[in-house]
Nanobody, 124 residues
Framework: VQLVESGGGSVQDGGSLRLSCAAR????????MGWIRQAPGKEREGVAA????????YYADSVKGRFTISQDNAKNTVYLQMNSLKPEDTAMYYC???????????????????WGQGTQVTVS
């Protein structure tokens, strides 16, 4: 599956952005689609994930109530709506696809098989 992210940019503290992840080849049906971010000098962090088959969603505690992950199966696209952004949300955001992930494994970057190129989010 080839994944292409878009929607990153620079916003002020408290602002909003919506990231998109489109599957250009293949499909993400019955996959777990995750958003993973990495800030300079830090390890990758699972932000949110969605099971495209059942619609179950997962969020990191740091983004609960502020970020929303959703999907549009007709467009083979997953979205991450980010509201009330904070400077600590600044990172490169990657979209990734994996299978057979659970509520305990979705944050682990090593569980994902396909990755997008990343999109930068900067909050100041």
């Amino acid at each position: 599956v080839q994944l292409v992210e878009s929607g990153g940019g620079s916003v002020q503290d408290g602002g909003s952005l919506r990231l998109s992840c489109a599957a250009r080849t293949g499909t993400f049906r019955s996959a777990c689609m995750g958003w993973i971010r990495q800030a300079p000098g830090k390890e990758r962090e699972g932000v949110a994930a969605i099971h495209t088959g059942g619609g179950n969603t997962y969020y990191a505690d740091s983004v609960k109530g502020r970020f929303t992950i959703s999907q549009d199966n007709a467009k083979n696209t997953v979205y991450l709506q980010m509201n009330s952004l904070k400077p600590e949300d600044t990172a490169m955001y990657y979209c990734a696809a994996g299978f057979h992930l659970s509520s305990s494994t979705w944050p682990l970057s090593g569980m994902y098989n396909s990755w997008g190129q990343g999109t930068q989010v900067t909050v100041s």
